[in-house]
């Protein structure tokens, strides 16, 4: 009579058993999609908020690059005496000065392209304090035509990485 009940509750507790794992498995998988869709959703609605964010960034960074274009620079910022180094610190002093204004925009960015940007801000600024050592240069004229020269022989620094900031954004889409 005992093993008869002991098997009765074994007939009873197995598809009770088993109907419970299958439902276990089922609500796991379902949570699991579920998570998966809500994360879905939610990074989705971040690039919609962000996507114009990123792009506002790399249009800044666009302005600044071509503003520290050599050329573009010197019709920009004239200079203030006759006196060479004053000129070429005041060149250097206001490229920084673009640079720390739009240096919260790396944020937005993929580390690679800011490392470029910072590469083609540096060799701007190269390029200036290297045309100001040369002995042809004594004044702030001079010093302008030493630059503008030296540029039509070679692309812009920031050439570079505006070609790389353009192949970022329509990767982008």
């Known amino acids: 009579m005992e093993l008869e009940k002991i098997f009765e509750v074994f007939l009873y507790a197995v598809p009770a058993l088993v109907t419970g794992m299958i439902a ?4 796991k998988e379902h949570l699991k999609n579920e998570d998966g869709r809500r994360r879905f959703l939610l990074h989705k609605d971040l690039q919609v ?19 520290i274009t050599p050329s573009k620079l010197l019709i920009r ?26 240096l919260s925009q790396q944020i937005y960015m993929s580390d690679e392209c800011w490392n470029i940007i ?18 042809k240069t004594g004044t702030a004229n001079k010093l302008r035509e030493v630059i503008l020269t030296e ?11 505006l070609s790389y900031i353009k192949k970022e954004v329509s990767e982008m889409w």
């Open 24 to 27: 276990y498995y089922f609500f």
């Open 118 to 135: 910072v590469a083609a801000k540096n060799a701007t600024i190269q390029l200036i304090r290297k045309a100001g050592l040369l002995e």
């Open 49 to 67: 908020n962000t996507m114009p964010l990123r792009l506002q960034a790399y249009e800044r960074m666009v302005l600044f690059l071509e503003r």
């Open 77 to 102: 910022v004239k200079p203030t005496s006759d006196n060479e180094n004053d000129y070429e610190s005041f060149l250097v002093s206001n490229i920084e000065q673009e640079f720390e204004h739009n």
């Open 151 to 161: 540029m039509i022989e070679k692309l812009a620094p920031s050439d570079a990485a």
